[in-house]
């Protein structure tokens, strides 16, 4: 554990921000990258890294941020941001947070998606050191239009705006990646002496920095990769943001001991768990919520989400897996088979063209093709439990509520409105009628019709 991990950390994360560049109503906290928002994200990695107190600014009438914010940490304090006057007025509207105290002062930006744990760990670790402020810093291909990171003999002396800085400071490649770890000793001294004495008459969080060295105090640069710092603006943005993340994830699942044959056809959510020996096939979506156990095997173009896939279970290929769906070890989920809120018991199958929702399938038990469970009447979901063993012939409709005994089979075809107790046969279909001869009668007065 660092010395960071002892140290009380207050996070600031400033979420203010609308979605009117990526051309929507939505706002720009709330779009998704790998199926959590952009403040998921930046809150999650907060946690992780130690944020003891979080508090999240937003803009006026954002009650949906503040209640995403409140949904991933539910003591997270919320401040509105009336006026939009620059970053370090932003971070002043939690003054009640800072007020409380902390021993680290964290400011990020809510649109900052793939910054990771380490990273904030390695920004809090020189206020530990007994630095005041310390700044993120990365290296873009192109510097161009980022403030410029001034260092000398190790210590930040300034952030330099492109449009302020000399030809010489140009040069300079380490840029400002805009989040910042102040000491809680000094941060509010810092913040009430930030001004607005610039052209935009807004209050600059850069200016810590040389007010930080101004009162005899140290600022830090920490160099991190481009990617933590990236930033989302609009939807192209988010795109390339959402690439990035598929990557990572990727990576980790297998070096994890996951098997993917085409890793950059499958998507995976933030918060996909896969144990070792998993196989995963081109062209596979994961949404969120999903739990794969050792040894399972998810076949090409399905579409998972909520779910839970136990040990040595095979999925696909084309299924779909909806919320509260659960497969017991070794079951069978084959192609164009839908499975909503319901338990697939140890070794139980469904392999072709089938819909399973709200239901039991017991273990062992084999349900065939054409199958569906008649959850729904309009107003209300019913429960369809099939007992251990039992057989469902194909094309059959089980209308739920209804039970389906251990052992027990239902014919082919049969419309089940009635529970089937075990070990019985149930077959509930219209009677077979041949008529000799009726084929050709039907023709030929289909061939009388047309003459007359």
């Given at each position: 554990m ?16 609308d ?22 994200h ?16 937003v ?18 304090q919320?401040?509105e ?12 509207m939690?003054?009640?947070a800072?007020?409380k105290?902390?021993d680290?002062?964290?400011?990020i930006f ?11 760990a ?63 000793k ?20 850069t200016?810590?920095?040389?007010i ?5 105090l140290?600022a ?22 959402e ?11 297998m070096?994890?001991g996951?098997?993917m044959?085409a890793p950059?056809?499958?998507y995976?959510?933030?918060d996909?768990?896969l ?25 090409s ?59 039991r399938?017991?273990a062992?038990a084999?349900v065939?093709a ?26 059959s ?13 239902v ?8 529970d089937?107790?075990?070990?019985a ?17 039907l023709?030929?007065?289909a ?6």
């Amino acid at each position: 554990m660092t010395a960071s991990n002892l140290r009380t950390c207050l996070a600031i994360v400033l979420a203010a921000g609308d979605g009117t560049r990526m051309r929507s109503k939505l706002p720009k906290v709330l779009h998704e990258i790998g199926g959590r928002s952009l403040l998921g994200h930046v809150l999650t990695t907060v946690q992780a890294a130690g944020g003891s107190e979080v508090a999240v600014v937003v803009a006026p009438e954002r009650e949906a941020v503040a209640a995403e914010a409140r949904r991933i940490v539910p003591a997270a304090q919320i401040f509105e941001q009336a006026e939009r006057r620059g970053t370090a007025h932003a971070v002043l509207m939690a003054r009640a947070a800072l007020e409380k105290g902390a021993d680290d002062v964290l400011v990020i930006f809510g649109d900052t998606p793939l910054l990771r744990a380490e990273t904030v760990a390695a920004l809090r670790a020189p206020l530990a050191a007994g630095a005041a402020v310390a700044v993120l810093g990365f290296r873009p291909a192109d510097p161009t239009g980022y403030g410029r990171l001034v260092v000398e003999n190790g210590a930040l002396v300034a952030i330099r705006e492109e449009k302020d800085a000399s030809a010489a400071e140009r040069k300079i490649t380490l840029c400002n990646g805009g989040l910042m770890a102040l000491s809680g000793k000094t941060a509010l001294t810092i913040l009430n002496r930030i001004g607005d004495n610039n052209a935009k008459r807004e209050f600059y969080l850069t200016d810590a920095v040389a007010i930080a060295r101004e009162m005899g105090l140290t600022a830090a640069v920490v160099e991190a990769e481009e990617d933590d710092v990236r930033g989302i603006n609009t939807k192209a943005q988010l795109a390339e943001t959402e690439a990035v993340l598929q990557r990572r994830l990727r990576q980790a699942a297998m070096d994890a001991g996951v098997t993917m044959i085409a890793p950059e056809t499958v998507y995976l959510a933030a918060d996909t768990q896969l144990g070792t020996d998993v196989v995963i096939e081109p062209h596979v979506v994961f949404g969120p919520g999903v739990v794969v156990e050792d040894g399972a095997v998810i076949h090409s173009f399905s579409h998972i989400a909520g779910a839970r896939i136990g040990k040595g279970v095979s999925v696909g290929p084309f299924a779909r897996l909806r919320p509260g769906t659960e497969l017991g070890e070794g079951s069978r989920i084959g192609n164009f088979v839908e499975v909503k809120a319901a338990v697939f018991e140890a070794g139980a199958k469904a392999n072709h063209l089938t819909y399973i929702g709200d239901a039991r399938v017991g273990a062992g038990a084999n349900v065939g093709a054409g199958t569906i469970t008649c959850n729904y009447d309009g107003t209300s979901k019913y429960k369809t439990n099939i007992g251990k063993s039992a057989f469902i012939g194909s094309n059959s409709a089980l209308v739920a509520p209804v039970s389906i005994g251990d052992g027990a089979y239902v014919g082919s075809g049969s419309v089940i409105t009635k529970d089937v107790p075990a070990d019985a046969l149930a077959i509930g279909r219209g009677q077979q009628v041949v008529k000799e001869g009726g084929a050709q009668r039907l023709r030929d007065l289909a061939a009388l019709k047309k003459k007359t």
